[in-house]
């Protein structure tokens, strides 16, 4: 059993695909599985389940997953601190994120941290998921990723930054634009635009619909807030989306943002495997941007009020 074997076996668990681990990684399908078989030699235990799209580890291949996914992310994170060291830069923070993640909870801290810290690195990944960023955070050498909070993952420690509560955007024509504040009740006769089925912010908004007893339907779909709220302004139904620091509630353009007070609002933060392993300058950035979105919520509200 080799690093490389357990790096390539993590990889091929998160791809669930021999075929595109190989083509990532620019080596044959057969170059792959050999890997795995070699740590199935090694665990005397069958470690993938094939199916026609693909694969799946089992139940061994399950724990040995887990195991090596956080031992390759601790390790890599301790080789680039030392690689960091051994240069004499200031090191690198690297960071998943949702789509439009930065613009709206990042884009004061980012600016801030640059001029304090021109000698260190930002690094921005991508995924389209709470959960796609817990899968990099475990599986790949990255620092923090920004979440929405929720129940407790394996290996993962989440720390909450602030709360989103929700508001339903609808056009300035729409009657429901004229009212101060809307009740769950509001909503049952809404066309809804619906967030992605997999992203955590959806799971949220359901469980609360649900519990008050509310259904809505739906024949649009986005793949995020900013999207959701353009459908909505263009008159394709109303969206229910959380009030993200900066916006203005209610507005006082084409498309107004009602508050829902009744809701559970949407907790965001940081996650990350372990607080007290990161480096410096990513504890740093993370306190930074916590100190940005606490300072833009507090002048949201006291808008709110005013």
């Not at 996914?69 to 690198?92: E, P």
């Not at 009744?262 to 996650?271: I, N, R, T």
């Not at 504890?283 to 709110?304: I, K």
């Amino acid at each position: 059993m080799t690093l490389d074997d357990l790096r390539v076996f993590v990889a091929v668990c998160r791809a669930g695909s021999l075929s595109a681990v190989a083509r990532d990684l620019g080596r044959t399908q057969s170059a792959v599985s050999q890997h795995v078989r070699r740590l199935e030699k090694e665990t005397r235990a069958s470690l993938l389940e094939r199916h026609a799209r693909g694969v799946v580890p089992t139940e061994a291949g399950r724990i040995v997953h887990a195991a090596a996914a956080d031992g390759i992310a601790g390790l890599d994170g301790a080789l680039r601190r030392v690689a960091d060291l051994v240069r004499g830069t200031g090191g690198s923070v690297r960071v998943t994120t949702g789509a439009t993640t930065v613009r709206h909870f990042m884009s004061e801290a980012v600016v801030t941290f640059r001029r304090l810290h021109p000698e260190v690195s930002l690094e921005f990944q991508t995924e389209n998921s709470s959960r796609s960023c817990f899968d990099a955070l475990a599986a790949d050498d990255l620092d923090l990723a920004w979440i929405t909070i929720g129940g407790p993952v394996r290996g993962i420690e989440q720390r909450p930054v602030m709360d989103l509560p929700w508001v339903l955007a609808v056009g300035a024509d729409d009657p429901l634009a004229a009212r101060p504040y809307l009740d769950p009740a509001d909503l049952a006769g809404i066309r809804h635009i619906r967030l992605p089925e997999n992203s955590a912010s959806r799971a949220h908004l359901d469980a609360a619909l649900t519990a008050a007893g509310v259904r809505v339907r739906s024949d649009t779909s986005a793949a995020d807030w900013d999207t959701a709220l353009l459908l909505a302004e263009l008159g394709l139904g109303h969206a229910v989306v959380p009030a993200l620091p900066g916006w203005r509630v209610p507005g006082d353009g084409p498309l107004r943002l009602v508050p829902l007070p009744a809701l559970p609002p949407l907790a965001v933060g940081w996650a990350v495997r372990r607080w007290a392993a990161l480096a410096p300058p990513a504890l740093v950035f993370a306190d930074e941007v916590a100190r940005s979105c606490r300072a833009r919520a507090a002048e949201q509200r006291g808008r709110s009020v005013g």
